[in-house]
């Protein structure tokens, strides 16, 4: 059975930094890519970052480009995402998500990714 558990949201203030952390447990090949995403009420989920967890290409979305950092530890099945420079805008739920394969032909598409975690809230307060 695949799990993957978040931690490490909060509350910060513009300019500030937080990082994520998602703990991957079951069978290895279901974290060929594992991505970050991000749901706002009343908005779609959107890909935040993605990596693949072979040969640690990295994917952004346009809006987290330079702020934001995705890396992975594969002896613990643990991907991390490392936010800096929040804005406001970044307030939302994010998600972490694993999927068998390549990354470059899922993300930023959510509907590509089929293991998902609980979510861990992030606040950016002005």
């Known amino acids: 059975q695949v799990q993957l558990v978040e931690s490490g949201g909060g509350s910060v203030q513009a300019g500030g930094s937080l990082r994520l952390s998602c703990a991957g447990s079951?069978?290895?090949?279901?974290?060929?890519?594992m991505g970050w995403f991000r749901q706002a009420p009343g908005k779609e989920r959107e890909g935040v970052a993605a990596?693949?967890?072979?040969?640690?290409?990295?994917y952004y979305a346009d809006s987290v480009k330079g702020r934001f950092t995705i890396s992975r530890d594969n002896a613990k099945n643990t991907v991390y995402l490392q936010m800096n420079s929040l804005k406001p805008e970044d307030t939302s739920m994010y998600y972490c998500?694993?999927?068998?394969?390549?990354?470059?032909?899922?993300?930023?598409?959510?509907?590509?990714?089929?293991?998902w975690g609980q979510g861990t809230q992030v606040t950016v307060s002005s």
């Open positions: 990596i693949k967890t072979g040969s640690g290409s990295t």
């Open positions: 998500a694993a999927k068998p394969g390549a990354c470059y032909t899922a993300f930023p598409d959510a509907n590509r990714f089929g293991y």
């Open positions: 079951g069978s290895t090949y279901t974290f060929g890519c």
